[in-house]
């Protein structure tokens, strides 16, 4: 059975601090690990995932299999980073199901 | 194009009454998934549809919750005999097909039970 966990449920750092959401997954295949977002009043929506290798919104996140982990990162945060961030997992092979993490909430303080 | 719609968007009823949430995916979207999420919490998983099938159904919380699916379209989740928890806000996503593809989420419909 796969699980994801996000340890943290609320995130605090000030402007300009790094942050580092941090996600840990347990799954026996290789999955594929992504991260969805969900600012204030607006749809929960994909962040990015790992096997683009992309930086969206200067956010990055490497799948670590060693340390099954696929934290979070960016450098800089900034008042609009302010949102719920979810780690999610899709097992490979296909035809099941996504599993979500609980959520950390990110607030970004000014 | 359209992306995932749910209705209504707010629905208030009475402890042990009945009601019907509904879900249009996109076209084209094989895979649907019906979520929960409480007042300050994540995302809780209810059941997903690959098709019309519901191979998952592990997430419905009792038997009071039920889901179906027609036409690899349009879903309904239906809550019988609502409780006060069950007041939240339900989501539904649709993907290309159940597996690594993104998920792409409706507004949700905030159920409040009195």
């Known amino acids: 059975a796969q699980r994801v966990t996000q340890p943290e449920k609320l995130l605090s750092v000030f402007k300009g601090a790094p942050v580092e959401l941090k996600c840990n997954y347990s799954y026996s295949g290789s999955p594929e690990l992504f991260w969805y977002v969900q600012y204030s009043r607006q749809r929960l929506q994909l962040l990015l995932r790992?096997?683009s290798r992309e930086s969206i919104k200067g956010f990055t996140a490497d799948l670590n299999k060693g340390e099954t982990s696929f934290h979070l990162k960016k450098p800089f945060a900034q008042e609009e980073d302010s949102a719920m961030y979810y780690c999610?997992?899709?097992?490979?092979?296909?035809?099941?199901?996504?599993?979500f993490g609980i959520g950390t909430k990110l607030q970004v303080i000014p | 194009g359209a992306g995932v719609s749910q209705s209504p968007s707010n629905k208030v009823t009475e402890k042990g009454k009945d009601v019907e949430l509904r879900c249009d995916p996109i076209?084209?979207?094989?895979?649907l998934y019906w979520y929960r999420q409480r007042l300050g919490q994540g995302l809780e998983f209810l059941i997903y549809?690959?098709?019309?099938?519901?191979?998952?159904k592990s997430g419905l919380p009792s038997d009071r919750f039920s889901a179906e699916r027609t036409g690899e379209s349009v879903s309904t989740l239906t809550i019988q005999r609502t409780q006060q928890e069950d007041s939240a806000v339900y989501l539904c996503a649709s993907s290309l097909s159940v597996g690594n593809n993104e998920q792409f989420f409706g507004p949700g419909t905030r159920l409040t039970v009195l």
């Open positions: 790992h096997i």
């Open positions: 549809f690959q098709g019309n099938s519901a191979p998952d």
């Open positions: 999610a997992l899709a097992p490979s092979g296909g035809y099941q199901k996504v599993t």
């Open positions: 076209s084209g979207h094989t895979a």
